[in-house]
């Protein structure tokens, strides 16, 4: 299964949602579409939404980690939410959660930005 990705942006916030497996194969892409994202849109702060990522690869880890630090050298909040057993694993091991908020869901990870969801 490939990588489906959708960006939406609600108020300053980048929507990000994750759909399938995020492996070396689908990582520039991704590094690529979401630094457009960013560029284009007067966006700052980001939700990863992961509820739908049934596979994440330390490639996939290196882009999230990646945006977040391109996101908090402009000032702005990167939270990740909704996160599967099988990928929470993944980011535990790293120890991304000391750095990265997580949020149960996209509407409470909207409310600790303080945008109405």
Known sequence: MSLSVNFIVKESVLLVRL???LDHHEATNLREEWQAQ????????????LEKLTF???SGLGVMLGRYKEIQAAGWE????SVSP??????D?????????????EDFALQMLGVAS
Do not use: P, T, Y
């Not at 960013?38 to 939404?49: K, M, S």
């Not at 099988?86 to 980011?91: D, G, Q």
């Not at 091991?93 to 869901?105: P, Y």
């Open 19 to 21: 759909e399938g497996e």
């Open 38 to 49: 960013l560029a284009q849109n007067n966006v700052g702060h980001v939700i990863v939404n």
């Open 56 to 58: 994440m690869d330390s």
């Open 78 to 81: 990167m939270i990740i939410c």
């Open 86 to 91: 099988e990928v929470r694993r993944l980011f």
């Open 93 to 105: 091991l790293s120890g991304m959660f000391k750095i990265v908020r997580l949020a149960d869901n």
